[in-house]
């Protein structure tokens, strides 16, 4: 679209065709998806046993995931573990980085994982209704999926990997079967239609306010500015805390750094420590029976074993 100003406002839009579906989901465009995708996916939310679950991550490329007549031909998906701090002063914020992809460890049921993906996501509606995007947030790119998960964890949501991808994502086109690669457009390319002067300004802005609701802001950055209306509308929950958050995996917001190789907690440890803190009405896990905060085991070790039963230190 030639006024289109980044994939935030443009899922805002999204969600607000939401009319009360019992599933809600989103996905990147240019994909496609395997034969009984919807069945699959369904049943794999249902294993999770969690209102509160939604299964969630990267898309792999299309290339060798599925075949002609939409079977799928691979059992790996990425997992949601990496993350870091991006750019400079007061427009610091954390972005997640290229996944590690491979076969589930964990059969039978998605897979937990700390981080949100924009790429694809499947939970109940009332995901979008408690989490909506910010329409606030024009030309913010690169901080939308923390915004999401962060959010979406203080109101009480957890984030799986499905046991295996059920679309694949065509990164680039290309000029006949074995054609040069071609980029993709995106959106900076509609900054002509704009006043180029004011764009990162209102950039700027727009990332101090998503790290201002999430709490994630430094000390230079004043009240004033960035923009406050609806602030609440596209705020916090009161299930957990963002700090809950920031402990539990790694997260140091002061110092602008964040434990590296969280990877190796991701999935499987992460699913035997958590899964049992469940609570028996199936609304999320309970992180207020939770103390563990993960940290880089290349320099710790793996802290996480210490917490677990004797059974499951495998």
């Not at 209102?51 to 002609?68: K, P, R």
């Not at 897979?111 to 030309?139: C, K, M």
């Not at 457009?185 to 004011?198: C, G, I, R, S």
Request: proline share 4%; glycine share 8%; with cysteine.
């Amino acid at each position: 679209a030639r006024y289109a100003m980044g994939p935030v406002f443009a899922r805002h839009l999204g969600n607000r065709m939401y009319r009360g579906e019992y599933f809600a989901m989103q996905c990147d465009a240019h994909v496609d998806f395997i034969l009984d995708w919807d069945d699959l996916i369904i049943r794999q939310w249902k294993a999770s046993k969690n209102e509160m679950a939604v299964l969630t991550a990267y898309l792999s490329g299309i290339n060798g995931g599925i075949d002609e007549e939409g079977k799928l031909l691979k059992m790996s998906r990425p997992i949601m573990c990496k993350s870091d701090w991006e750019g400079r002063g007061k427009w610091q914020h954390l972005r997640h980085g290229q996944q590690p992809e491979g076969e589930a460890q964990i059969k039978g049921e998605p897979t937990l994982e700390p981080y949100w993906a924009a790429g694809y996501s499947f939970s109940r509606g009332h995901f979008i209704v408690n989490v909506p995007y910010d329409q606030h947030l024009p030309w913010v790119f690169q901080g939308e999926e923390i915004s999401i998960g962060l959010r979406g964890f203080t109101f009480g949501y957890d984030y799986y990997t499905p046991e295996h991808s059920v679309c694949f994502h065509y990164y680039a086109s290309q000029e006949g079967p074995n054609g040069k690669r071609k980029h993709v457009k995106l959106f900076w390319e509609n900054a002509k239609n704009f006043d180029h002067q004011n764009l990162s300004e209102i950039e700027h802005r727009g990332m101090m306010r998503l790290n201002s609701i999430l709490n994630m802001n430094p000390p230079s950055v004043k009240e004033t500015d960035w923009l406050h209306i609806e602030e609440k509308k596209y705020g916090l929950g009161k299930v957990r805390t963002t700090q809950k958050f920031f402990d539990t995996f790694g997260i140091d917001v002061v110092g602008r750094k964040t434990e590296d190789h969280l990877c190796q907690f991701a999935g499987k440890n992460m699913q035997r420590l958590f899964k049992p803190h469940l609570r028996s009405d199936t609304m999320g896990i309970n992180y207020d029976e939770i103390s563990f905060k993960f940290q880089d085991p290349v320099m710790h070790g793996r802290t996480w074993e210490k917490l677990l039963p004797k059974a499951q230190k495998k």
